[in-house]
């Protein structure tokens, strides 16, 4: 496994990881109702864009300049960023469905 890879997951993992911690506390406040449920999903999707623009851009760039990882031919420079975007996208709507999850009742 490259470097190159490496910062690619670790950036990935702290999405994930930023945007699972937001899911929770929104949860929590909708729970307790400190927060309406609307109110916490806008809320929640805002962060996750910020925390994904922040790690996809700002960490992942900082990790390879400060480590000094080779980038190829420029490929990593641009999936880098697409891949959090992506993640992103999966993480706003597994989020939004867990902030606003009801318990079935039969």
Not at 36 to 45: Q, Y
Not at 59 to 77: K, Y
Request: proline share 1%; net charge positive; glycine share 6%.
């Amino acid at each position: 496994m490259e470097s190159s890879d490496i910062t690619i997951y670790f950036t990935l993992l702290l999405n994930f990881a930023l945007a699972s911690a937001c899911a929770l506390y929104f949860r929590r406040a909708v729970l307790h109702q400190r927060l309406e449920e609307a109110s916490a999903k806008r809320r929640f999707t805002w962060l996750c864009i910020a925390s994904s623009l922040f790690s996809g851009i700002a960490v992942f760039f900082t990790v390879l300049v400060v480590f000094n990882v080779g980038t190829g031919h420029g490929t990593l420079l641009i999936i880098g960023p697409v891949l959090h975007l992506l993640l992103c996208v999966v993480l706003v709507l597994l989020g939004r469905i867990l902030v606003g999850w009801e318990a079935m009742s039969w």
